[in-house]
Nanobody, 117 residues
Framework: QVQLVESGGDLVQPGGSLRLSCVAS????????MGWYRQTPEKERDIVAT???????AYADSVKGRFTISRDNAKNTVYLQMNSLKPEDTAVYYC???????????WGQGTQVTVSS
């Protein structure tokens, strides 16, 4: 089993920045790709960015050039640096990972990001 705990969500003005963190615990050695997803009441949960065990990253087109995902395996933590935030980035952001051996997926509880003036 893997547990994920997100933090860092906040209210920020358009153009501002935030850094989200997600700490993993439990069966750390089983963690595979880690990622961030986001969801609003009007939309399904969508992928934002992912980082593989080897450090390869991928981004949704809507955040390319503004968001950066990174992981610190020594701290069992994945980060999402969000710059040039827009009102349409407002959502609950969820951390995700899957089990390297079984591909079972795990989710954090979510952290609210609100971009508004």
């Amino acid at each position: 089993q893997v547990q994920l705990v997100e933090s860092g969500g906040d209210l920020v003005q358009p153009g501002g920045s935030l850094r989200l963190s997600c700490v993993a615990s439990g069966s750390i050695y089983r963690i595979n790709t880690m990622g961030w997803y986001r969801q609003t009441p009007e939309k399904e949960r969508d992928i934002v960015a992912t980082v593989s065990r080897g450090g390869s990253t991928a981004y949704a087109d809507s955040v390319k050039g503004r968001f950066t995902i990174s992981r610190d395996n020594a701290k069992n933590t994945v980060y999402l640096q969000m710059n040039s935030l827009k009102p349409e980035d407002t959502a609950v952001y969820y951390c995700n990972t899957d089990d390297y051996y079984t591909h079972k997926t795990y989710w954090g509880q979510g952290t609210q990001v609100t971009v508004s003036s």
